[in-house]
Nanobody
């Protein structure tokens, strides 16, 4: 089992910044991909940013150039630096990891979510 603990959410004014962190712990073999999703009220959960074990990144068009994903493989931690925040960034942000055990199919794990509220 892999546990994910998120931190860093909160209330910020439009144009401000926040940094989210997500630390993975437990019986970890290989974390293939670390992702950040978000879900706004009455909307579907969407992928915001992803980073592979080699550092390749991918972003939703709506957050490019404002949000930056990074990871520390030694600490099994992923970060999301959020700058120039907008009201439409308000959502619950979820950490997600794809974990590859030595044998068997990859496993998907989710964090508990952290609220980000951007006030205009």
């Amino acid at each position: 089992q892999v546990q994910l603990v998120e931190s860093g959410g909160g209330l910020v004014l439009a144009g401000g910044s926040l940094r989210l962190s997500c630390a993975a712990s437990g019986s970890i073999s290989v974390i293939v991909t670390m992702n950040w999703y978000r879900q706004a009220p009455e909307k579907q959960r969407e992928l915001v940013a992803a980073i592979t074990s080699s550092g390749s990144t991918n972003y939703a068009d709506s957050v490019k150039c404002r949000l930056t994903i990074s990871r520390d493989n030694a600490k099994n931690t992923v970060y999301l630096q959020m700058n120039s925040l907008k009201a439409e960034d308000t959502a619950v942000y979820y950490c997600n990891v794809v974990h590859q055990r030595p044998f068997g199919a990859p496993q998907n794990y989710w964090g508990q979510g952290t609220q980000v509220t951007v006030s205009s």
